[in-house]
DNA sequence: CGCGAGCTTGATGCCGATCAATGCATGTGG
DNA sequence: CCACATGCATTGATCGGCATCAAGCTCGCG
């Protein structure tokens, strides 16, 4: 997790050949707002990224059924809330979102940013209940997993349940390394190795490697990595000065990517 | 997660009526060495509160068959270390593990400390291989849970099939309460989060509320709440001219349950 | 009895939080 | 098109919580 060969890499090592398919991905359907039409997993240029990874063309096509509909959710709307009923899983198809769990006393803490082809709502099924927002950092489109059927179709389908259990792992295992990252490691380090992490699974989808916009605030980094605003803008303006990265607001190139490595290996606190 | 309403009242909750059964569990099977011999889940005074819960009796017993071997792990040894492969989920039946996770550079965290009923080895799902030490910080018994037979029985069975589902998001929603206190939260309520925590989950498993044994070191509860160990001794002396807690090296008693959680939720740094 | 692992406690220093002011981009209405 | 508001980012000055370094202390065990 964090580090050069993590869960992103799996992704990029299943992706193989297959890259180019990614490619396409950058149109964005600027609010599109018609809610639940078809879609198939079996043509999305995203399905070695997302649920149907390794399935076979039978698979794929019972899996077509299940996720029969798509959200539209716009820049700020939440897809689902702490407290709401859990009925579905969502799969990001466009767009950028963040989990955020909150304490009763008003506490918030970002969990993590789903980008296309990651599972949201995982956290639902323990308890039949969200518990935590999951809110679209740009105008975004999900597609609708009920999680019901995804249950029945995955006692069928050996493969469909193998992936559906390495998904939940997966994130458990992400979990793991963020609390690696938030447990013992420093602004420096946190930020390097959150830039990283971003570029890896961009990466992964076909983006450039060194050259990214974020989509979302200082404050959400800082959130995520446990730190404030400040510091977030005062490490990225160091991380400049240093060469390592070039900011403008929030269009950030790669400078020096062994750089960050190290700093997010070496120097151990 | 880390208070008052968390998993481990839903455990409570579920446990409902049968609390009296849990009892019996102090009985701590010293050094006894014999791997592999015959159990049985559903004669298990463990069964409301691990993978059995909520399955009828036919389930039950399929889940004999595949329960079929326990091992037996001593103090300071390890269950399984990052990089094994990984072949089965393990339930702790006696004793109490940590599992943590390590970076390249030697940097480790501990993600939990596991007590009876617990499932261990989730992490390696995802990549087979696990990603995480497991190791018992007292002599320990697990049942031993090969994956794929999981797997091929939770076809079988939807009760199983979407109890394991919750037990693995459960752990997700966990690592999240994992972050928010990580993120967000300063020593004295994280230490206080951390004894309210192990209390809940003791309490469940029909143990005092009030009295316990650390089973773990100042520096394990430091690592697994990103603190040094010297603040953790700090903060448990603080607590205890506090009148808080009664400090006796490992053991602890509280003695202002309601002070503790006040510091969890109050005083949003 | 004496060793050593683990715990406590003190003194000091640093990293990141906090407080505060300014800068910059986008958008809105006059 | 400009004036102004708003949200976000940057930068500086100061402060405080926790890390670090450094002794002692406690208790279990060979």
């Known amino acids: ?41 079996s043509s999305c240029n995203l399905r070695e990224l997302c649920l149907p990874v390794g399935l076979g063309r039978p698979d794929l096509e019972r899996l077509d059924a299940l996720v029969a509909t798509r959200r539209t959710v716009g820049r700020g709307d939440t897809l689902f809330r702490s407290g709401d009923p859990f009925q579905s899983l969502y799969a990001v198809r466009t767009g950028f979102f ?51 059927q995804l249950e029945d179709l995955s006692r069928e389908f050996t493969d469909l349940q193998h992936q559906f259990h390495k998904i939940m792992s997966r994130e458990i295992v992400r979990d793991h390394g963020v609390m690696l990252l938030l447990g013992s490691m420093r602004a420096e ?9 971003l570029t890896q699974r961009l990466q992964a989808r076909g983006f ?6 974020l989509r979302m605030t200082r404050e959400e980094i800082g959130s995520y990595l446990g730190l404030k605003l400040e510091t977030v803008s005062r490490t990225f303006s160091k991380f400049q000065d240093e060469g390592l990265l070039e900011v403008k607001q929030r269009q950030i190139r790669i400078i020096d990517q062994a750089g960050l490595q190290q700093l997010v290996n070496g120097t151990p606190s």
Chains 1, 2 share one sequence.
């Open 189 to 197: 380090e946190r930020l390097a190795a959150f830039l990283l992490n």
């Open 98 to 148: 963040k989990t955020c769990v909150s304490s009763e006393d008003g506490r918030d803490q970002v969990t993590g940013f789903q980008m296309a082809g990651e599972l949201l709502g995982l956290d639902g099924i323990s308890a039949d209940r969200h518990t935590c927002d999951a809110v679209a950092l740009e105008d975004s489109q999900v597609c609708v997993i009920p999680y019901s």
């Open 208 to 213: 450039s490697a060194s050259s990214l916009i």
């Open 1 to 41: 997790m964090f580090r050069t060969r993590d869960s992103s890499d799996d992704i990029a090592q299943e992706l193989a050949g297959s890259r180019a398919i990614m490619r396409a991905m950058s149109e964005s359907p600027n609010r599109v707002r018609c809610d639940t039409f078809k879609v198939a997993c």
